[in-house]
């Protein structure tokens, strides 16, 4: 599963975040077998639409699409000098999907912040600055083999090619996400080195209640990050509210002028980030949400659950969530024509609610 790995400067929130995302249990009652490592927190993906559906199926459960967050590690100031980032860091970076990178932005005089005061724009661009250096140094590394190996016909002119345009890139203080097509780096080629910058980025703000009530300064600091995602949220609050149950915590949400959980934000735009989205099935037994890439036909769409369905795909039964719920019922659905059949190369839809012809 594609994971999002959680970095950030000592002492801005990230042990307080992730552990609000672990002790997080409306997944494990829906996912009893699931093994869930120590470092990786789970969270559903909140999705209005299944409870909706189970409701019309009379299914005995639900079970929401889910994001995985990684606790990495701190970074700090010079961390890519000296020893490095250290090579646990490294392995764990290298196989998280996205960055998230969490950044103080609450006000506690009782919390010390390593830099001396809590500047939010500066955090941001000291770890970015680590993780350009880092990038730096490993095609530092690498630039001179790939020249070897092209003059040695074993690689590719292109990939040598495609890595000095990324040092040209990250020379100028960019990451490599962030470089436009001009800039001529295709990741695609560069992949073997484990680069850190070319992976997409989400910023959590961890604000205090005042922050939070205050739209013009979470304008501000969205800004900083433009045009990557920014979520706000108190981690403390977070943490509170995972050890209450619904209706408490809806209501400890509305006493500070919420309407959404923190972790529900970050878990859909950690999913949106991710290039991910949803298709629905339900039935008596159960509701879910099933995770696909955006783009994936209906093959693909069928091989996550089970690689069978997509072998012996033969078509799809869709309707969208909305007709459905609008007829009442799926035989009302299809009297209506708003089930369609579709073939291989059908593109799947967020909110499709779909049902499988296969062959075995
Ligand atoms: P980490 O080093 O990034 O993992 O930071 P921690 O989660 O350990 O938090 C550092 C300190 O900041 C702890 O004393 C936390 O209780 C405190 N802290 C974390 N989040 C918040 C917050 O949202 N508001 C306030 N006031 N304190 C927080």
Not at 162 to 184: C, E, F
Request: glycine share 8%; charged share 25%.
């Amino acid at each position: 599963a594609l994971t999002i790995g959680i970095v950030g400067l000592p002492n801005v929130g990230k042990s307080t975040l992730f552990n609000a995302l672990t002790e997080n249990d409306a997944l494990a009652a829906n996912y009893p077998f699931a093994t869930i490592e120590p470092n990786v927190g789970v969270v559903p993906l909140p999705d209005p639409r299944l409870a909706v559906l189970a409701e019309l199926f009379g299914s005995e459960r639900i079970l929401p699409a889910t994001v995985s967050f990684v606790d990495i590690a701190g970074i700090v100031k010079g961390a890519s000098e000296g020893e490095g980032l250290g090579n646990k860091f490294l392995a764990n970076i290298r196989e998280a999907d996205a960055i998230c990178q969490v950044t103080r932005a609450f006000a506690d005089p009782d919390v010390v912040h390593v830099a001396g005061a809590v500047d939010p724009g500066d955090d941001i661009s000291t770890i970015h600055t680590e993780l350009v250096l880092a990038d730096m140094q490993t095609l530092e590394r690498a630039v001179p083999r790939l020249e070897k190996e092209v003059k040695g016909r074993k690689t590719d002119a292109a990939v040598l090619t495609a890595a000095k345009a990324a040092q040209a890139v990250l020379d100028s203080g960019r990451t490599l996400h962030s470089a436009t097509a001009a800039d001529g780096v295709e990741v695609e080629h560069l992949k073997e080195l484990g680069l850190l910058t070319t992976k997409p980025f989400i910023y959590v703000f961890n604000v205090d209640e005042a922050v939070l009530a205050d739209e013009a300064r979470r304008a501000e600091l969205a800004a900083i990050v433009a045009p990557a995602q920014a979520v706000f949220l108190d981690a403390k609050l977070e943490s509170e509210l995972v050890e209450l149950d619904a209706e408490e915590a809806a209501e400890l949400l509305a006493s500070v002028g919420q309407s959404e959980s923190g972790l529900d934000q970050l878990a859909r735009v950690g999913f949106d980030t991710l290039g991910l989205q949803t298709y629905l099935t339900a039935g008596p037994k159960e509701t879910r949400a099933w995770t696909i890439h955006r783009g994936w036909t209906a093959p693909q769409a069928a091989g996550v659950i089970h690689t069978d369905f997509q072998r012996g795909f033969i078509k799809a039964e869709v309707v969208s969530f909305d007709d459905l719920v609008e007829a009442g019922s799926m035989a009302e659905a299809k009297a209506r024509g708003k089930v369609r059949i579709e073939g291989k190369d059908y593109v799947m839809a967020d909110g499709d609610v779909v049902e499988f012809r296969f062959n075995v």
